[in-house]
């Protein structure tokens, strides 16, 4: 298994991933394939095995205001049939020591059991904007001392478009 930076030629590989991974709910598929129409800046990798994407890794821009204060992981997908082998877990120590990512506070929205183990500490400030208790809001590296929401690249709330 190999991680790689993701490039256009596995856009398609990683939407199907999406797919997958999120049987019930069309939004990381359209969230991806919004924030690439409008290259929004994301740092992301694939694990490919046998030249499919196994799982998928973003991270995009946090906003206090309008300044950048961190980033979002968003999503973190591991191909089902390939779940509780480790991938995920790899793939994320891997995201976290990158250029770009191990300097900066990181946030996510997610399961603690899970995210904690990788140093994510619950955290009271910023406040989550989807999660308006903070009780899967996760960081780490966050040195936030004032009260403020969080912000997040416009396409995180598109409304999402179900197949008719």
């Known amino acids: 298994m190999k991680i790689r930076k993701l490039t256009p030629e596995y856009y398609p590989k990683a939407a199907a991933l999406l797919l997958q991974a999120f049987p019930r709910s069309k939004y990381e598929v359209q969230l991806f394939e919004k924030l690439h129409e409008q290259g929004r800046p994301l740092h992301?990798?694939?694990?490919?095995?046998?030249?499919?994407?196994?799982?998928?890794?973003?991270?995009?821009?946090?906003?206090d205001g309008a300044k950048v204060c961190g980033l979002h992981l968003a999503p973190l997908a591991v191909n089902p049939q390939m779940q509780n082998q480790g991938i995920g877990s790899e793939l994320l120590r891997f995201a976290l020591r990158q250029d770009g990512i191990k300097e900066s506070t990181i946030f996510v929205l997610g399961s603690p059991k899970f995210y904690q183990k990788f140093g994510f500490?619950?955290?009271?400030?910023?406040?989550?904007?989807?999660?308006?208790?903070?009780?899967?809001?996760?960081?780490?590296?966050?040195n936030t001392t004032h009260p403020y929401t969080v912000g997040y690249e416009p396409e995180f709330k598109v409304k999402v478009k179900q197949n008719k």
């Open 44 to 63: 992301e990798w694939v694990c490919i095995h046998r030249d499919m994407v196994t799982a998928y890794i973003a991270f995009s821009n946090a906003f």
């Open 121 to 142: 500490e619950r955290c009271a400030q910023p406040l989550c904007p989807f999660d308006k208790s903070n009780a899967q809001f996760l960081s780490i590296r966050n």
